[in-house]
């Protein structure tokens, strides 16, 4: 068994605004995961957000801190932490930290996954949802 530390902000690299916008920053760990995952937390500044996106097999983001938003296609979900998505398969669907507080993601993938340059929908439209009160949030 190995012990592994928590969210610690070594090691973090900015990720490119063509994928986030505001202070997004990602820590990759290293992992002995079977079937190539990929495995990172994503850590996020008040209002950073990523663009739209589509993960061609699946993602599963765990809330480590903070509060975000995850959107997809059915609208924007407000989740806090400990709080688990799965997003589906080729599904549309952007994420980020409340303009009011950051966050830190849990992101477990395949490597080389992400189709970026889809369709915005409501991405760009009203980025002021409240705090968390565990309920949908249309587009």
Same mark, same amino acid.
């Given at each position: 068994?190995?012990?592994?530390?928590?969210?610690?902000? $070594?090691?973090?690299?900015?990720?490119?605004?063509?994928?986030?916008?505001?202070?997004?920053?990602?820590?990759?760990? $290293?992992?002995?995961?079977?079937?190539?995952?990929?495995?990172?937390?994503?850590?996020?500044?008040?209002g950073a957000r990523s663009r739209p996106h589509v993960s061609g097999s699946g993602r599963?983001?765990?809330?480590v801190a903070g509060e975000a938003v995850v959107a997809d296609e059915h609208g924007r979900r407000v989740v806090g932490r400990g709080e688990t998505v799965l997003?589906?398969?080729?599904?549309?669907?952007?994420?980020?930290?409340?303009?009011?507080?950051?966050?830190?993601?849990?992101?477990?993938?395949?490597?080389?996954?992400?189709?970026?340059?889809?369709?915005?929908?409501?991405?760009?439209?009203?980025?002021?949802?409240?705090? $968390?009160?565990?309920?949908?949030?249309?587009?």
């Amino acid at each position: 068994m190995e012990v592994m530390d928590g969210p610690e902000p $070594s090691g973090l690299v900015d990720l490119p605004p063509r994928a986030y916008v505001g202070g997004a920053r990602v820590q990759s760990v $290293s992992t002995s995961l079977g079937d190539g995952l990929e495995v990172r937390f994503v850590h996020l500044e008040p209002g950073a957000r990523s663009r739209p996106h589509v993960s061609g097999s699946g993602r599963l983001i765990h809330l480590v801190a903070g509060e975000a938003v995850v959107a997809d296609e059915h609208g924007r979900r407000v989740v806090g932490r400990g709080e688990t998505v799965l997003v589906g398969p080729g599904e549309w669907h952007w994420h980020g930290g409340l303009p009011h507080v950051g966050a830190v993601l849990l992101v477990v993938e395949r490597p080389g996954d992400l189709a970026w340059g889809v369709a915005e929908r409501d991405w760009a439209i009203g980025y002021d949802l409240p705090p $968390s009160d565990g309920e949908q949030h249309g587009t």
